[in-house]
């Protein structure tokens, strides 16, 4: 991934940050039939590897872990908010026209190798880990004992566990670092104008970005 200096994200706590609060990572690898990409939830489990380790699972009928190579490098990409940015928000725009539209965004890219494992009590603490995670906001999180025993066994057998230990993470913030600072807080305005979830979560990137300070990705 193509990163400039103005756009890397290198603090190790806003990469992981990004990762646990936008979970549907987009795993890519080399296939049998070239390059293809599957979209899975996963958890960053920070205890093991020295980068830690996505843990997820998808259908035993996705033939995706049949094939997996033990040497063979996986991508995975998670993105965080992103917004198209219209120069009509730039002060520039009349002092002097030399403005043009762009597009901010937050992203995280996880390398790492796959592996499918099949054990149950592995895929049934996965399952317990992932419904934790996200059930965690809900006034009565649901947890699989809400569900029949025979049901979840059911479950279990239709599924194989996928499991990604890292290697590295990149980063990249484009969040108008590189604008004038009257532009940057043009930006910030317009976005909160729109008054959606995206924009005010891309907003409040390009407002720390503004004041200097170092921006926590969502």
């Known amino acids: 991934m193509y990163i400039n200096r103005h756009h890397r994200l290198d603090d190790d706590a806003a ?16 296939g049998p039939h070239g390059i293809e990409a599957d979209h899975i939830p996963f958890l960053l489990d920070r205890e093991r590897g020295p980068h830690g380790t996505l843990v997820g699972h998808v259908a035993r009928a996705n033939p995706v872990w049949r094939g997996l190579d033990a040497q063979a490098p996986s991508l995975v990409i998670f993105q965080g908010p992103q917004a198209y940015i219209t120069p009509n928000w730039y002060p520039g725009k009349a002092q002097h026209g030399k403005v043009v539209p762009t597009w901010d965004y937050a992203v995280v890219h996880v390398h790492g190798v796959a592996r499918a494992i099949e054990d149950r009590d ?21 947890t699989l004992d809400d569900a029949p025993p025979g049901y979840i066994d059911k479950l279990l057998r239709a599924i194989v566990g996928i499991e990604i230990a890292v290697t590295r993470f990149e980063g990249k913030l484009k969040a108008s670092q590189d604008e004038d600072a009257q532009d940057r807080t043009g930006t910030v305005q317009g976005l909160r104008a729109l008054a959606c979830p995206n924009a005010l979560a891309m907003a409040e990137l390009v407002e720390l970005g503004a004041q200097g300070l170092k921006p926590q990705a969502r």
């Not at 990469?15 to 080399?30: E, K, Q, S």
């Not at 603490?125 to 009565?140: K, N, T, V, W």
């Open 15 to 30: 990469l992981r940050a990004l990762v646990d609060a936008n979970a549907l990572g987009t795993w890519v690898r080399a």
């Open 122 to 142: 592995w895929l049934l603490g996965i399952l317990r880990c992932l419904s934790a995670a996200h059930e965690a906001a809900q006034p009565r999180p649901w």
